[in-house]
């Protein structure tokens, strides 16, 4: 079993920049592509940005390519997504998810486990 625990939302004005860390527990972090995705009311999750176990492979949605990184560091069971240039309509409750796989992928069904989300919040 994997338990993930996202941190560092809140709230931020638009253009402003964020960090949010993924920690794991459980099983061996470093066997797992992760990934981000995000959620508002009535939609579907979005896929956000993913990376695979030996973080050689990345790969971004289109509506945040270019403004986010993701990164992990396997000592500390992490995975992060820096956020840059935020906008209102980033605003969003944001999981991440673990892949026992290993590659990167952005189909949110090849994920394994989730976590309970943090929410980010961009004001205009």
């Known amino acids: 079993q994997v338990q993930l625990v996202e941190s560092g939302g809140g709230l931020v004005q638009a253009g402003d920049s964020l960090r949010l860390s993924c920690t794991a527990s459980g099983r061996a972090f470093g066997l797992f592509a992760m990934g981000w995705f995000r959620q508002t009311p009535g939609q579907e999750r979005e896929f956000v940005a993913t990376?695979?176990?030996?973080?050689?492979?990345?790969s971004y949605g289109n509506s945040v390519k270019g403004r986010t990184t993701i990164s992990r560091d396997n000592a500390k069971n992490t995975v992060y997504l820096q956020m840059t240039s935020l906008r209102p309509e980033d605003t969003a409750v944001y999981y991440c998810a673990a892949d026992l796989r290993g590659g990167a992928t952005a189909s949110s069904h090849e994920y394994d486990y989730w976590g309970q989300g943090t929410q980010v919040t961009v004001s205009s």
């Open positions: 990376i695979n176990r030996g973080a050689s492979v990345t």
